[in-house]
């Protein structure tokens, strides 16, 4: 089954969103996630000029086999606009193959290691009081897991919390980076709080999550996972950048609150450390950033020998396609965590008709061929792509932080 033509189809149902479109020349054709928020049109090109032309007249069955020659074959290995092209030829033709087979993708992975997955969805709110209502809405939806962010007082912008009242949060949200100020002194008195009352609240079964997104220092970390221990956090998301894997040292010497990391990842390199020395809990490498199934499935294998559990990134940056791929996957991997699910407006939903369903706190991935989602191409073309960038982050005196 030899690939006849590939191409990429950009559309903005309210954020942009990239795929790639692989057909064989039996017909069949598959559909990749190649999504880099904030950074879309590079991973375009990068497929458009460097691998579209490549791959055709190749046999579509050959994925591992295409995967090395597009990794080994770029000489420039590894970086996220990279593996995002890889993954998204990688998610195509896992769908082909599953198709051709005439099996829901997670029987190929290796048939379900259990019934449904579990996923956290997002509660925010401008304070501790807006916060807990969005909670109390995600129990009533039937959500057993619950991301708590909230606005930090006396800090005008803070990751996760929508700009207006009611609105969606949606990260990318100006067409050049918007500039938030960060105040860790104030974030870190105040934090504990929102958990407290979650808890007092909510009981003791809920699960709770939080996301640090990169802000603090290894230290200020650890000081922030222990003074949280009694409100038993399902994770602590990204507590400090993880360019520095043996900062994680540190923070694992003063606190038992469970550490996730890796949204940023693209490559098993970029959490080996991480992974092999304990140092984390929880891994997010999640499949459009990190090379698709083929690699992801390497670094849940490693995660597996070290009593790391996946947590894959599902914000609605990641399209309805690779939600529908990592639904399969995470129905399949052995040591399975948590999915995130950020739901995709409905315009979105409506370009990219999926199988997945949501019921009770779970998705399931469905049992259509392959990977399930679909794109609607004549839709998609109604929208066209709007620059939007992610915002930076600075310090009150100006000093340039991480967002
Ligand atoms: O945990 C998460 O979902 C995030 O940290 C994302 O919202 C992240 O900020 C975006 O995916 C960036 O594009
Ligand atoms: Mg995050």
Redesign the pocket.
């Known amino acids: 089954m030899k690939i006849k033509e590939a191409r990429v189809i950009v559309t903005c149902p309210g954020r942009n969103l990239v795929t790639l479109k692989i057909v064989t020349d039996e017909g069949l054709y598959g559909i990749g996630d190649a999504t880099l928020?904030?950074r879309e049109l590079a991973v375009v090109a990068y497929l458009e000029e460097h691998v579209i032309p490549a791959l055709i007249g190749r046999d579509a069955h050959r994925i591992e086999d295409i995967w090395q020659y597009l990794y080994r074959g770029a000489y420039w290995r590894r970086g996220p606009v990279t593996m995002t092209a890889i993954a998204a030829v990688d998610l195509a033709l896992w769908d082909i193959k599953a198709k051709a087979a005439n099996m829901p993708l997670y029987q190929l992975l290796g048939g379900k290691s259990r019934e449904q997955v579990m996923v956290y969805g997002h509660a925010t709110g401008k304070d501790i009081e807006s916060c807990l209502d969005e909670v109390a809405r995600h129990v009533e939806l039937g959500y057993k897991a619950v991301r708590v962010q909230c606005g930090i007082p006396g800090i005008p912008t803070t990751y996760g919390v929508a700009k207006r009242e009611g609105e969606r949060y949606e990260?990318?949200d100006s067409d050049l980076p918007a500039e938030h100020v960060w105040d860790t002194a104030k974030y870190l008195k105040y934090v504990p709080k929102l958990f407290a009352a979650v808890r007092e609240r909510f009981g003791d079964d809920l699960h709770i999550l939080h996301?640090v997104?990169h802000r603090l220092t290894p230290i200020e970390a650890g000081r922030l996972g222990k003074s949280v221990e009694e409100f038993n956090l399902f994770w602590l998301?990204?507590c400090t950048p993880a360019e520095n894997q043996e900062g994680f040292r540190l923070i694992r010497q003063h606190t038992t609150t469970p550490l996730a990391v890796g949204?940023v990842f693209n490559s098993i390199h970029d959490c080996r450390e991480l992974i092999q020395e304990q140092l984390i809990d929880y891994i997010r490498a999640t499949l459009v950033h990190a090379g698709g199934i083929t690699h992801v499935r390497r670094i849940a294998d490693l995660a597996a020998l070290y009593h790391v559990r996946t947590g894959f990134?599902?914000?609605t940056?990641l399209s309805p396609v690779c939600m529908g791929a990592a639904l399969h996957f995470d129905t399949w991997v052995p040591n399975f965590g948590i999915q995130?699910h950020?739901p995709h407006e409905e315009r979105i939903d409506e370009v990219f008709p999926h199988a997945y369903r949501f019921e009770d706190g779970h998705f399931t991935p469905g049992e259509a061929p392959g990977h399930g989602v679909d794109i609607n191409e004549d839709l998609a073309a109604r929208y066209p792509y709007k620059r939007a960038s992610?915002p930076v982050n600075r310090l009150v005196d100006g000093t340039l932080w991480h967002w």
């Open positions: 928020n904030g990260p990318a996301d997104h998301e990204d949204e990134h599902g914000a940056d995130e950020m992610l």
